[in-house]
């Protein structure tokens, strides 16, 4: 995944860009950088954020950048934003998405003219490299980026600054949000809504899907209206959003209080008390524990002061170890207890099983586990939800693998169904394996009725693997 923020001021805008960019840092693990113009032409700043949080990296910046616009992005895996010359003029770009056919663009613009392509430390293209080589295809920025949609698979969100404005632009089928923030100065763009509340900014607007618009500090004018087809990702009120966020006008911390609630309204046992995994568990608990009126509890605590959210190591080994050192047991509430637990999801289900082991080691009776969503079967193919190099890292699809052996992949569709009795038969093996007192999943119907909006809007593919 990733974040951006850009702002388009009157004023000197580095205060603004740096605290807007920071607050994506929950999306993003590994680069962070800030472009700007000014007096000077461009500047621009790349830091690694793996061992450091944003704000450590980046505040030299703040006093000796300067300029009106500028862009700045937390990556979770290319250095970026990236300064362009072309013949388009200069510019500097920041993109969130994911191309599922690099290679075939790649060979094309090979095929119209382009030398080369700077490679990354694992051998891989910049994509946000290869999308400014496509938007340089054409004989302007507007039609460079409508280019770069149309044939990119899978979605690409991106900002362009140049010395005169900001293009912003939404994945053709609205994938990932772009907000639009206003002041008195200037405006801001931004991948997170919340992010400009703090400095003054207040909604002007929300891009609709494949939607263009051009940003000074003067006004925001669309340049490409906005389609009529939208498949936004459902995961972003699950898990990525931050509490305080809002997509489409909807509250990811109220939508994890309905989802939490739909979750007790199916459930037949009584547990002691509710908890939530930190973070992104805890609204989907209290949602729970409201509907169900068990007491909701932290009977483990994460330790924030040395391992702020946005710390996530790219190597499994390592994020199971964090994850399980981040968390600090609260005996007393755990000690002959019976626990029900919502986390957001099962990926691998490595961490949550640790964290069950770590319960009962610390006198938990039982450990209920309500996932807030269903079975993840599919990988996503539309953004980066994880670095995976399998599907086969899921753990639903191991377990399918097990019991259905060489005809696994013909009869997926009856485990996304919650009637089946093949899908009985997988949450129970799932159970066993990560030694859960019981296992329940979020039904697919329940939690998009929790959103709330046009079901048609929302994609599901990582769910029932439909597009």
């Known amino acids: 995944?990733?974040?951006?923020?850009?702002?388009?001021?009157?004023?000197?805008?580095?205060?603004?860009?740096f605290f807007g960019t920071d607050y994506h840092s929950h999306l993003g693990t590994r680069r962070a950088g800030m472009a700007v113009y000014g007096k000077d032409g461009f500047n621009r700043s790349i830091h690694n954020i793996e061992n450091s949080p944003f704000r450590t990296k980046f505040d030299k910046e703040v006093n000796d950048m300067e300029g009106n616009m500028g862009i700045g992005c937390i990556s979770?895996?290319?250095?970026?934003?990236?300064?362009?010359?072309?013949?388009?003029?200069?510019?500097?770009?920041?993109?969130?998405?994911?191309?599922?056919?690099?290679?075939?663009?790649?060979?094309?613009?090979?095929?119209k003219g382009h030398s080369h392509f700077l490679e990354m430390s694992g051998g891989d293209i910049n994509a946000t490299e290869l999308v400014a080589a496509i938007i340089n295809q054409k004989d302007n920025l507007i039609d460079g980026i409508k280019y770069a949609q149309e044939i990119i698979e899978g979605s690409m969100t991106m900002l362009v600054l140049t010395p005169k404005a900001i293009f912003a632009a939404r994945d053709k089928m609205g994938r990932t949000p772009v907000a639009i923030g206003k002041k008195e100065d200037g405006f801001c763009?931004?991948?997170?809504?919340?992010?400009?509340?703090?400095?003054?900014?207040?909604?002007?607007?929300?891009?609709?899907?494949?939607e263009i618009v051009v940003v000074t500090p003067e006004e925001v004018r669309t340049v490409a209206m906005a389609g009529t087809d939208m498949k936004i990702c459902t995961f972003l009120w699950i898990y990525y959003g931050y509490p305080s966020s809002s997509y489409?006008?909807?509250?990811?911390?109220?939508?994890?209080?309905?989802?939490?609630?739909?979750?007790?309204?199916?459930?037949?046992?009584?547990?002691?008390?509710v908890a939530g995994v930190p973070d992104s568990g805890v609204a989907h608990a209290i949602g729970y524990a409201n509907e169900s009126k068990i007491p909701y509890s932290r009977p483990f605590i994460k330790y924030t002061p040395t391992w702020p959210r946005s710390f996530t190591p790219t190597i499994q080994s390592k994020?199971?170890?964090?994850?399980?050192?981040k968390l600090i047991?609260?005996?007393d509430l755990i000690q002959d207890r019976k626990l029900l637990l919502i986390d957001d999801s099962i990926v691998r289900g490595t961490q949550l099983r640790e964290t069950t082991e770590f319960l009962y080691t610390s006198g938990a009776k039982e450990v209920h586990i309500r996932p807030a969503c269903p079975p993840l079967v599919?990988?996503?193919?539309?953004?980066?939800?994880?670095?995976?190099?399998?599907?086969?890292?899921?753990?639903?699809?191991?377990?399918?693998?097990?019991?259905?052996g060489d005809n696994a992949e013909n009869v997926l569709n009856e485990?996304?169904?919650?009637?089946?009795?093949?899908?009985?038969?997988?949450?129970?093996?799932?159970?066993?394996?990560?030694?859960?007192?019981?296992?329940?999943?979020?039904?697919?119907?329940?939690?998009?009725?929790?959103?709330?909006?046009?079901?048609?809007?929302?994609c599901t593919f990582c769910w029932n693997g439909k597009e």
């Open 189 to 210: 763009v931004t991948f997170e809504a919340f992010a400009y509340l703090n400095l003054g900014y207040t909604d002007y607007k929300e891009l609709g899907p494949g």
């Open 76 to 111: 979770d895996y290319e250095p970026q934003p990236l300064i362009v010359r072309s013949h388009l003029g200069t510019f500097a770009i920041t993109t969130v998405g994911r191309i599922n056919n690099l290679d075939e663009i790649v060979g094309m613009v090979f095929k």
């Open 248 to 273: 489409e006008g909807v509250s990811v911390e109220e939508m994890r209080y309905r989802c939490g609630a739909m979750l007790a309204k199916r459930d037949n046992v009584t547990p002691d008390i």
């Open 1 to 17: 995944m990733g974040g951006f923020f850009g702002v388009a001021s009157k004023n000197d805008c580095i205060f603004d860009l």
């Open 378 to 404: 599919y990988g996503c193919k539309y953004i980066n939800f994880s670095r995976s190099n399998s599907e086969m890292d899921l753990i639903t699809r191991r377990v399918i693998k097990s019991l259905e």
């Open 415 to 458: 485990y996304t169904n919650p009637e089946s009795d093949r899908y009985d038969r997988m949450i129970e093996e799932i159970r066993k394996q990560l030694n859960f007192t019981s296992l329940r999943y979020h039904r697919l119907d329940d939690m998009l009725d929790a959103v709330g909006i046009d079901k048609d809007k929302l």
């Open 329 to 331: 047991p609260v005996h």
């Open 319 to 325: 994020r199971n170890l964090i994850a399980k050192m």
